[in-house]
């Protein structure tokens, strides 16, 4: 059974209701929580953040009676991604863009920050795993069809592969070999919405393809120091003009991605280090996610976490 997988090990704790708003302001944003009780503040529940590849996740733990975004939380909290939800242990209805789903073990839900939701747990034990998603990014990957809340339907066969890919994602500890299964989700949504999406024109289609395949193929070798935005164009068969007009919707040039994507993934290994690490770790990080010049690693990852990388080690931040 699905439910059986376990994907987290997250155990809930007596916790007061105020701490564990504080917590998940901090994670997630501003999302309000109500006891299912008003004259009990206290409440088991606990949170656990973690890195996938190099996107922030976190398990996680909580009986509330219901948790709730409005339209006043989000004008004061844009909130620029989508959480990839997957129930874990529990059950949570879920309320977004008009429409109610029951969330079991095994089931995906994607969440759209922008839009109101509501989450709701009857005071029941729940657990889940939100993976967040940057939200341009996942648009070029699969249009506007990934916004306003996806329901991955419990009877598609894609769901139960999903979650395997996920557990196996959480198991893995090298980030290459993480970041290829975080993109075999990826590919596995995406044939998901594909199937659902109906409306499309064509030009659209061949437009928003180009662009995830290429980002697709810098998840899988940016750990590659040979890899450059050349060697993307090749592998596109494309002109590298045509693979920088194509980056010009996402904010930032093929390069710049392939440097961001390998110091994210530099940023979720050395996170996961203990401080008893030798600085040596630090540049067999370095190497490992691509970077042949140690000198230009620290001044990238500085500039983009305003931290060195030895700063980063074991911060949960």
Not at 89 to 95: I, P
Not at 191 to 205: A, F, T
């Amino acid at each position: 059974m699905l439910s059986h997988l376990r994907l987290s090990q997250t155990k809930p704790s007596l916790v007061h209701l105020d701490e564990l708003q504080t917590m998940i302001t901090a994670s997630c944003g501003q999302y309000a929580l109500e006891p299912k009780q008003t004259d009990t503040p206290s409440l088991q529940g606990a949170l656990e953040p973690f890195m996938l590849s190099r996107y922030e996740a976190i398990s996680v733990c909580m009986n509330v009676g219901q948790v709730t975004r409005s339209e006043r939380m989000i004008k004061q909290d844009p909130g620029d991604h989508l959480y990839m939800l997957v129930q874990d242990e529990g059950r949570c209805v879920v309320e977004q863009n008009h429409k109610q789903h029951t969330l079991l073990p095994g089931d995906i839900y994607v969440v759209d920050s922008t839009q109101p939701s509501r989450f709701i747990l009857n005071g029941n034990a729940s657990r889940q795993i939100s993976i967040h998603l940057p939200r341009e990014e996942m648009l070029h990957r699969y249009g506007k069809a990934i916004t306003g809340g996806v329901m991955v339907e419990h009877d598609d066969p894609l769901r139960t592969a999903l979650i395997a890919v996920v557990a196996k994602s959480m198991e893995e500890g090298m980030p290459d070999s993480c970041a290829r299964l975080m993109d075999s989700t990826f590919d596995l949504l995406g044939i998901y919405i594909d199937g659902k999406e109906k409306q499309k024109s064509q030009s659209e289609r061949e437009k928003q393809g180009v662009l995830g395949r290429a980002l697709s193929l810098i998840d899988r070798n940016f750990n590659d120091p040979a890899f450059d935005a050349c060697q993307l164009a090749d592998k596109l068969g494309i002109s590298s003009r045509t693979l920088q007009r194509q980056f010009q919707s996402l904010g930032e040039s093929p390069t710049r991605k392939l440097i961001n994507t390998r110091l994210d993934n530099a940023k979720a290994l050395l996170m996961g280090m203990s401080q008893s690490d030798d600085h040596s770790s630090v540049t067999n990080v370095a190497y490992h996610c691509g970077f042949s010049d140690l000198s230009y690693f620290y001044k990238e990852f500085h500039k983009r976490f305003d931290m060195a990388p030895g700063a980063m080690v074991n911060c949960r931040q």
